[in-house]
């Protein structure tokens, strides 16, 4: 890529870094923004080796300083979490606008990549789609085994199968490749199955 790039995604990463909360994923400890940041990129070059700075972009920012608003800020159930959610959505694409800015990039590129962070277009942008598919596959990766622990089996297969509809066919064939512990990896296969 090239030095705006570049410096676009270290101040993505020096600001996810600041991520209070850490999970080990890979055998490496790190802060959970930048892990998930880092892994939705990859899962993105994985599943669409030809994508482009934009769709890289917001890949890596996808969640954005996502602590500074905690879950728990917002009410319980389904409709505090959507609210959450969406609102995150918004906030995570209002402040990589700057970031992108300040490395050298157009409004043009900075609008479409705050359209694929609030997922614009999901269910026929294939870009949107590819967002929603690293986000989820990154959940898998660093949050299915805490996931697990604090909501039980039956729940937990419940929350998978609603990630499930939310991937496409090839983010379910990747969702196959992640390295679960074998707990973990019985949880997934059941919520596939049903």
């Known amino acids: ?5 570049s410096a676009a995604v270290d101040a993505i990463d020096a600001a996810n870094a600041a991520d209070p909360t850490t999970v080990t994923v890979r055998g490496a400890s790190q802060p959970l923004a930048l892990a998930h940041g880092q892994l939705a990129t990859e899962w993105i070059d994985v599943l669409r080796p030809d994508a482009d ?3 890289l972009l917001a890949g890596r920012a996808h969640h954005l300083r996502r602590w500074e608003v905690p879950r ?3 009410p319980e159930g389904r409709g505090g979490y959507l609210r959450w959610r969406r609102d995150q959505k918004a906030r995570h694409a209002h402040d990589v606008a700057a970031l992108l800015a300040e490395a050298g990039y157009d409004e043009a590129v900075i609008t479409r990549v705050q359209a694929l962070v609030r997922r614009d277009g999901l269910g026929h942008d294939r870009d949107a789609q590819m967002v929603e598919d690293a986000a989820c596959l990154v959940f898998l990766e660093t949050q299915l085994g805490s996931l697990s622990t604090r909501l039980g089996p039956d729940q937990t ?3 998978l199968r ?3 509809r939310k991937l496409s066919s090839a983010g379910l064939a990747a969702a196959a ?4 512990d074998a707990p973990e990896r019985e949880l997934l296969a059941k919520a596939l199955a049903g």
């Open 72 to 74: 728990g800020s917002y």
């Open 162 to 164: 609603k990630t499930a």
């Open 177 to 180: 490749t992640i390295a679960l």
């Open 1 to 5: 890529m090239n030095d705006r790039y």
């Open 157 to 159: 297969v419940d929350v």
């Open 53 to 55: 700075e934009a769709l």
